[in-house]
């Protein structure tokens, strides 16, 4: 009789423990609790900087949300891509990147483990920034072409954020371009490579302007050309690549943000939505132009065509210098 009546009741209990089950795992509205931002790069560099502002501003712009930067550098910016790439797409993860970890490393990496179109889905252009090549305070080169000579007549030594990364690519479209005897000396990041150009430690950096501007302004290091397409008012004294003999360099670096693939639209459109409004923010644009960043926001359909250019173009520029990664 226990088991009948037991038996009997369970069809009555169904519904409501239904209806719990359903309440508990209901997803709660997002966002509620910290998104991350995966960066592939260390602390410190332009991308960094970038991040850490845009974490801020979109905490402001989105009622009861945190952003937090999470640093994961290594294997030319590879193991913080891969790492958003297969992260869940909830909308609680997402990828701060630029040119080299979303085009250039699909050209020069064999065997990539991420698919920088497919596994991602664009939210929007944030930014650009120029490169510049700078050489130590000490260095005798004030000109491009002085540079040059220098790495006719004996060898030189150059810094880049990495291998594979877009300073060494350009820097080694210099080398290769004119003829020089050049050795490459890769960091981990722009800041150590940016510290031991001002030491004399090596010959010329190519960097992101953010990353030096200030070094410049100071006087430790000395720009001899930047991507730029006309010499800028606050650097009279540095010319744009073109105007130095070497317009091939004038390579810009852009950033942008992606979410895993198949992350909810409504959480993509609400990001995109929210990053032009950020972007021409007087105090965000401001502080972008004293960081040395030029806003350039693109929306997420627009920023998928540009994505696409992109790995073209870097794809010339990888069979132009040779730099491929294993």
Do not use: C
């Not at 008012?233 to 942008?256: I, L, R, S």
């Not at 693109?298 to 065509?305: G, I, N, Q, S, V």
Request: proline residues 9%; without cysteine.
């Amino acid at each position: 009789m226990i088991r009948r009546r037991a038996l009997l009741a369970a069809p009555l209990l169904l519904p409501g423990t239904l209806r719990a089950q359903e309440a508990r795992t209901q997803e709660a509205p997002w966002p509620s609790r910290p998104v991350r931002i995966l960066l592939a790069y260390p602390p410190g560099g332009s991308t960094d900087v970038l991040a850490r502002a845009l974490a801020e501003a979109l905490a402001a712009a989105i009622p009861g949300s945190s952003f937090v930067v999470e640093n994961r550098p290594g294997g030319a910016a590879v193991v913080g891509t891969q790492a958003a790439a297969v992260a869940a797409p909830d909308g609680y993860t997402l990828s701060l990147g630029n040119n080299q970890t979303h085009a250039a490393n699909a050209a020069m990496v064999r065997d990539l483990p991420y698919r920088p179109v497919e596994d991602f889905a664009p939210i929007g252009r944030l930014a650009e920034v120029h490169h510049a090549l700078v050489v130590p305070a000490t260095s005798p080169a004030r000109t491009l072409a002085e540079l040059a000579a220098r790495g006719k007549a004996g060898r030189l030594t150059y810094a880049s954020s990495g291998v594979g990364s877009a300073s060494h690519v350009i820097a080694e479209s210099f080398v290769r371009r004119e003829g020089l005897e050049a050795t490459h000396v890769p960091y981990r990041g722009g800041a150590q490579a940016t510290t031991d150009t001002v030491a004399g430690v090596v010959d010329f950096f190519v960097s992101t302007w953010p990353q030096v501007m200030t070094l410049v302004k100071e006087g430790r290091l000395r720009a001899l050309g930047i991507g730029a397409p006309a010499r800028l008012p606050d650097f009279p004294d540095v010319p744009g690549f073109a105007e130095a003999g070497a317009p091939y360099m004038a390579v810009d670096a852009w950033f942008g943000l992606w979410a895993p693939a198949r992350t909810p639209a409504p959480i993509i459109a609400r990001l995109s939505d929210a990053l032009p409004k950020i972007l021409a923010e007087p105090s965000m644009a401001a502080r972008l132009a004293t960081l040395g960043f030029t806003p350039a926001p693109l929306p997420a359909a627009e920023f998928a065509r540009f994505q696409r250019a992109e790995l073209e173009r870097w794809e010339a520029l990888v069979a132009l210098t040779g730099i491929r990664l294993e």
